[in-house]
């Protein structure tokens, strides 16, 4: 069986971002209107954020900076239409817990297996998975995001996040609390590091959702 969902062993990988964040975007409502089946909400709640996601994403459109960028709007704005809906009704606290589960959990597992399939096919596990990160830097995040390469050698590649656009979209909607679901996705492919196996670690000590200046995204290796 193909773990490698995404493609990442490839010497030519380059994110599909369009059908990344569709399915993210999908799986996101899904859980949450199965985790919430039971929460007696309205039966036109789901497809009610649906409906504002559309029209939130369209007012928002001069955010889209570059095409990468209009595809991490959806993702973020579907955390705030659904935060918006569910906050009145069932708090706080509760609400970003359901938001968490539904936006880290349904492709946690494909996340983990392609990034561990990646890892363990490879000749050199962290110049593979460095080059993933620069692909992505590029592809999948782009203008929105603000990266200060502070080491790039061949035993280091310490990427510092000095802008997050996630989380300008959501301080522009008074919901920067959701900033660390976004941060919380990364634990998926970062869980599949074996640094015993793989040769190398990788170290966030924060984020910008977390507090932080800036996120530090450091990878070394453990043996040369």
Not at 78 to 92: D, F, I, K, N, T
Not at 160 to 167: E, G, S
Not at 168 to 183: D, F, G, K, R, Y
Not at 192 to 198: E, N, S
Request: with cysteine.
């Amino acid at each position: 069986m193909n773990t490698d969902r995404f493609g990442l062993a490839g010497d030519d990988y380059v994110p599909d971002v369009a059908g990344d964040s569709t399915a993210i975007v999908e799986a996101f409502f899904d859980h949450l209107a199965g985790s919430l089946r039971d929460a007696d909400l309205p039966d036109d709640l789901f497809s009610g954020m649906r409906a504002s996601l559309a029209a939130l994403a369209a007012a928002d459109a001069e955010r889209c900076v570059d095409e990468p960028a209009r595809y991490n709007l959806e993702m973020t704005l579907a955390l705030v239409v659904a935060y918006r809906a569910l906050r009145p009704r069932l708090g706080r606290e509760v609400t970003i817990a359901a938001l968490r589960a539904a936006f880290v959990e349904p492709l946690g597992e494909a996340v983990r297996a392609g990034t561990r399939a990646m890892l363990d096919a490879a000749a050199d596990p962290f110049a593979a998975l460095v080059a993933v990160s620069k692909t992505r830097e590029k592809y999948a995040f782009g203008a929105g995001f603000g990266f200060a390469r502070t080491v790039d050698s061949a035993d280091s590649y310490h990427l510092d996040i000095v802008r997050c656009f996630y989380h300008e979209v959501l301080v522009a909607h008074s919901a920067a609390e959701l900033t660390p679901v976004m941060c919380e996705f990364d634990a998926n492919w970062i869980g599949a590091i074996d640094p015993a196996k793989h040769g190398f670690r990788f170290d966030r000590a924060t984020t910008i959702g977390l507090g932080g200046t800036h996120c530090p995204f450091h990878w070394d290796r453990t043996e040369s």
